[in-house]
């Protein structure tokens, strides 16, 4: 089975993009951790990349698109992977699907989770806190720490990310809605695609998207 997960900033993607890998025995690519990796490896694509970055310039399609198929290009892949962060626009879709096709492999199922209230979607990214040693996340209102400031396993400073401000946040919401909009349409004339509620309680959410997908694999 090959998957991508899609939805806004602070939709939960990343907490269901992890119980579903683990209950489908799927390869996890978050595609923020693997840009990330690109340019401190200092791959061909990790370091135009890297240029774009260092002028504070948006990274080209064409870049985020290699930097991708880079990953998927290894063997592991073919077992089945679970797309978190890509693809994020309708160019990226497309080149994704020639990149499938060029290896034999097509995905299965899109799952889109929606949430159309965008206070609660910022409640959710400003409460945000970031361990600043070990990365762990948590919440201030949903997942806090024991103590305010201080991770619970290694004791590390929590911060909040810059562009967990509410006013990046803004910004990256209306990005998102004018960005996902051809994307989600493309998926659908493809019949691929499924809409969940992500205003539920994760667990829910995760019973109703887990429930969808066992029956498309008995299709």
Known sequence: ???VILGPPGAG?????EKLS????LLHISTSYIFRNAVNEGTEMGKKAKEYMDKGILVPDEIVIGIVSERLSRPEVSK???????????AQAEALDDVLHGSGAVFHAVVNIEINNDEELISRLTGRRVCRNCGTIYHVKYSPPKVRTICDYCGGELYQRSDDAIDTIKERLSVYKKKISPMIEYYQRKGIIMNFDGAKEKDEVFSDIKTYLNSKREE
């Not at 993607?13 to 993009?17: E, I, P, S």
């Not at 683990?22 to 025995?25: A, G, H, I, Q, R």
């Open 22 to 25: 683990n209950e489908f025995s």
């Open 1 to 3: 089975m090959h998957l």
């Open 80 to 90: 089945g992977v679970l797309l978190d962060g890509f693809p994020r626009t309708l």
């Open 13 to 17: 993607k990343g907490t269901q993009a």
